[in-house]
């Protein structure tokens, strides 16, 4: 069974641009969580999608941060405009049934923004 | 303040010694407790959950939660090289969101 995917692995970008993060979770997983770990941090949650509906979005930083899940199968996180304090890993996770003991991490996108 | 707080070490024991890592938080409402452990570029991988006071052992992994004290360990028993990683401590609330602390690197000598 594949893992949780996401694309792309690193992103290197200017203050300003655009960067569109995206997430593959496993197969059947209606549940999908975004988290941020910026440098020397703890890792913080962003939001939760249950299917292609946003169940909490709580932890997002603020209105530079879009999250969208079509269809209910990959997310994608959009920032727009990147500014510095963005930079840091984001780790995507799904599980089936919502519970944090089945959720399976993805192996993160590292964003620099410059 | 933090909800989780851990120890960002880093600790360094010799192989086949207990590695002790541990963690606090500030939720009295924090439900489920959780370690994972994350080798460096990797993503975090869970290896204990534990859900009542008292201890959970899994292996040479044992895990102890004292909810009045707000305090969460997690003991690695003859410790292995292999071991060597970061060790993130996570609570959970009513929300299905985890609540981490920022690890604690452990370092197991040959």
């Known amino acids: 069974e594949a893992g949780v995917t996401q694309f792309p692995s690193h992103s290197v970008i200017e203050k300003g641009q655009t960067v569109t993060l995206r997430c593959d979770p496993i197969s059947g997983h209606d549940n999908l969580y975004w988290y941020r770990r910026v440098m020397g941090k703890e890792i913080k949650f962003l939001l939760h999608f249950v299917k292609e509906s946003k169940q909490d979005e709580s932890g997002m930083p603020n209105n530079r941060f879009l999250a969208e899940r079509t269809g209910g199968t990959y997310s994608t996180l959009k920032v727009q405009p990147a500014e510095l304090e963005d930079s840091g890993v984001y780790f995507c996770?799904?599980?089936?049934?919502?519970?944090?003991?089945?959720?399976?991490f993805g192996p993160g996108t590292r964003l620099l923004v410059l | 303040q933090k909800e989780v707080e851990q120890n960002s070490g880093p600790l360094s024991v010799p192989e086949g010694a207990i590695a002790s890592l541990n963690c606090t938080y500030s939720?009295?409402?924090?439900?489920?407790f959780f370690w994972y452990r994350q080798y460096s570029g990797k993503s975090p991988e869970l290896i204990m959950s534990?859900?009542?006071?008292g201890d959970k052992e899994d292996g040479r992994f044992t895990a102890q939660l004292n909810k009045a004290s707000q305090y969460v360990s997690l003991l690695i028993r003859d410790s292995q090289p292999s071991d060597s990683a970061t060790y993130l401590c996570?609570?959970?609330?009513?929300?299905?969101?985890?609540?981490f602390g920022t690890g604690t690197r452990l370092t197991v000598i040959p």
């Open positions: 534990i859900y009542s006071n």
């Open positions: 939720d009295r409402g924090s439900q489920s």
């Open positions: 996570a609570a959970q609330t009513g929300a299905n969101n985890l609540f």
């Open positions: 996770a799904s599980s089936q049934d919502g519970g944090a003991e089945t959720q399976y």
